[in-house]
Structures are given as structure tokens and as C-alpha cells.
């Protein structure tokens, strides 16, 4: 990864770009955000878009979320919208419910937490501020630019708009302090290079490696959280690439990175590439599938040295640890072990005395189908067995095992009414 280095200034004065001076315009901005930013703007407040959707809006880009932060505290939020609902206890925002589901997230402007200055994370977050002291206790300058609903301008208190330009993701402040306070965002910055396409400036890059085994401070819900992210947007490979560059392959996943240190990293480079290729279509897989094209090329390697063991219970045995250390719902995993565990079936297709009818009434034929798909897919003959197999899955009609009828035994149940 190149790297630029560079501190970003540190001032309360911002940098202001009016409308005519920057891309953003109204038009690409969610109508129900526009509803909330006008409310709040009308109601004698600041209101500004703030984090990724700027970042996304400013790259043109589409945003996936578009939140807002307002000078008004949650109760007078809450006052303003009926249609509102207050949440959290260490970071309290507001949540606003329009039709379908879509939930708009509001908070307060926030200032650097009196509890930011002891060691470790922040245990409590609700210390409300102003838009700069707002800016300058986010995570990465790109993630830290407003968009001003009362004149349409950009600001930028934290250099977001240079760095955006150079295409590099950088921390605000120390990264090093700023990473104790909460280590998930090491994650979250690769997770928005590889997803960017920007490199980690050097200071970030140094003070992730250094503090690596620091991930296991953050809540594990939320490392699990961002690892399902970063290989859902069709950059996985480069994701991938990042961790095991910055050491949080080796924190995260010990097993993997002890693997690749032994027999080398093409396996899982070939399995995440069909990952990104599927997703860049357009095609969206369940989290259960997408930890499954990560584990698998561990999986393989273990299974064929021990040649005729019970797959499924192999499964267990060397996925158990990485489940329980990151906290993997039980749901999930059994659809890892069964999807995994049935990949050789699959690869057995054509093979003498093999049944392959008996696949399609298994509950989790269709996920296990999936993972075949991703694995397989790199090779002409892999892509022959998959059309083979999705041939029989039509041909199985919806895949359940068919009822066999009874066969009523006369003997024992004797005549039927009316039978001499």
C-alpha cells in the first residue's frame, strides 16, 4: 500500500465550499433525509448530512445511508418528529420511520467524551458539543465533512476534502490514541480503503500493526459486524489483502494466517475473487456463505489430510474456535458446517454408484449450492459440474425428498371392512 503522510490541520475555523464550487446536489440526496434536514433547519436549528453519505455524494457515488447530525438534543428531536424513536445508552440518537422501513438516524453534535481521556475505549459518548468539536471526534477526516442544508455548502474542519481528493483514508488525531478509544475502527478502515479503492496513510497503518491484538478490546458482535461488510461490496480480495498486510488476519484469524504462512494464499485469493465477480453483478449472498468462501480453502486442506473422516464433525472440530471467538450465531454456523461439509459431494458428481438425487432433498442443498458455485467457478471444469447440478436441481423440481407411500401390511392389519 502507498502511503502519503501528512497531519491534518487542526483548526475551528473550516474550510467552506459554497453550492456552485462542489458536486453535491439535492437531487441525489434521500427525500425523507431532505424532510428531516428541512424540519430541523426550520425549527431554529443547525442541520447538517454528515459521514459517509457526504463522502459518497462528493466521490458520486450512491450512498447507502444518509445520516444527520443537528444541534438539537434528542428530546427536542423527539419533540419535532412523532415519528421518532430514541435509542442507545454511551451514543443516544434519534431514529426517524418513514414508510417501508427506512429509518433516518439523527444525533447531537458531540465533543470528545470526558471519559476519552482514560486508557482504553470510550465507555460513554454522550457529551454534547458544536459541529467542530463534532468533526474532530470522528474516525477518519472522508467520514468527518458536513453538507449544510441551510445554505447548501460543504465544510470541512479536518482536511476530508484534500484527503478525499488523494485518495487516502486518514485518522483524526493520534491514530494510536484514537484506536484504543475504540479499536473497531482499525477494521472500519480497511473496510473504507478496500471499499474505496483509497490506500491507509502511514501514521494509521503503523499504529494498526502495532496495536493488532487490540481488536479483542472491541465488542466482538461488532468485529464479526464489520468482517461480513467488508466482504459483502465486492472487494474482498483487497479487504483480505489489507488485514493480512496489517496483521488483523493474523489477530482475527490465526488459523487462516498460519495456513497462508504454510502453504500460500492462492486458494482464498481464487475463492474471494469469485466472491467479488458474483457480487459485482449485483448478487447479494447471506452472511453464513460468505465466512463459508473464507474458511473453505482451511477446510479443504485440513480434510484431505485426514482422507475419510466424518466431514461434518471435522467441521466442528476445527471451526469451533474461530465461532466462539468471534461470537458466530448459532444459526450461521450450522449452515457453514453443512455447506462446507457437503463440498465433496458436489465434486463427486459422475463418479460410479453416486446418487445425486439424494442432495436435492437436503434443507441446506440450496446454500451448499451456493458455496459449490464460489468455489468451483474458477475452473472450466468446476463450471461444467455447476451446470450439471443446477440441470438436476431443475429437473428435482423444488428439492424436497419425495413422500414414498406406505405400503399397508394385510397380514397384520387383517380384512377390510366388508372382505370375507
Known sequence: MISTERDPHNSSVPRTIPRKAHRISRKDIDSDALKVL????????????????????????????????TSAHPNEIKRIFSNCRL???????????FRGGKIIEVSTFRTISEFALDEGPISSDNTFGNPAEDA?????????????????SVIDYVGGLEDLKNRVIRC?????????????????GVRFASLLGFTIDARSQKAIYALRQDIWKGAKPRILDEVLRMFSRGTGVTAFTMM????????????????????????????????????????????????????????????????????????????????????????????IR?????????????QKRYRPRTMLGKSYFDDALMLFELIAGGTEEGRKLIGDWRSLRRGGGSGQPRRRKRRRNRAHEGQRPGQR
Not at 426550520?42 to 445511508?65: F, N
Not at 474532530?136 to 447548501?152: E, S
Not at 483524526?172 to 472500519?188: A, K, N, S, T, Y
Open 87 to 97: 435509542i442507545g445508552k454511551r451514543f443516544r440518537l434519534a431514529h426517524i420511520y
Open 136 to 152: 474532530f471526534r470522528r474516525d477518519f477526516t472522508v467520514n468527518a465533512l458536513f453538507y449544510n442544508i441551510g445554505n447548501f
Open 338 to 350: 453443512q455447506a462446507l461439509a457437503a463440498q465433496g459431494r458436489f465434486f463427486a458428481l459422475g
Open 244 to 335: 493480512e498486510e496489517l496483521g488483523l488476519l493474523e489477530s482475527i484469524f490465526p488459523e487462516i494466517d498460519r495456513h497462508i504462512r504454510r502453504e500460500g494464499r492462492e486458494d482464498y485469493i481464487g475463492t474471494i475473487s469469485c466472491l467479488d465477480r458474483e457480487q459485482s453483478k449485483g448478487r447479494d449472498f447471506p452472511p453464513a456463505i460468505l465466512l463459508a468462501v473464507l474458511f473453505y480453502p482451511y477446510f479443504h486442506s485440513v480434510a484431505e489430510r485426514t482422507a475419510g473422516s466424518d466431514t461434518v464433525k471435522l467441521t466442528r472440530e476445527i471451526l469451533s474456535p474461530i465461532f466462539e471467538r468471534l461470537q458466530v450465531p448459532r444459526r450461521i454456523q450450522d449452515t
Open 172 to 188: 483524526i488525531g493520534d491514530p494510536l490514541v484514537r484506536f484504543r478509544e475504540d479499536p473497531i475502527r482499525m477494521l472500519r
Open 38 to 69: 428541512y424540519r430541523l433547519n426550520r425549527h431554529g436549528h443547525i442541520a447538517y448530512l454528515v459521514g459517509g453519505g457526504v463522502r459518497d455524494l462528493l466521490l458520486k457515488r450512491s450512498p447507502k445511508d444518509f445520516d444527520i447530525s
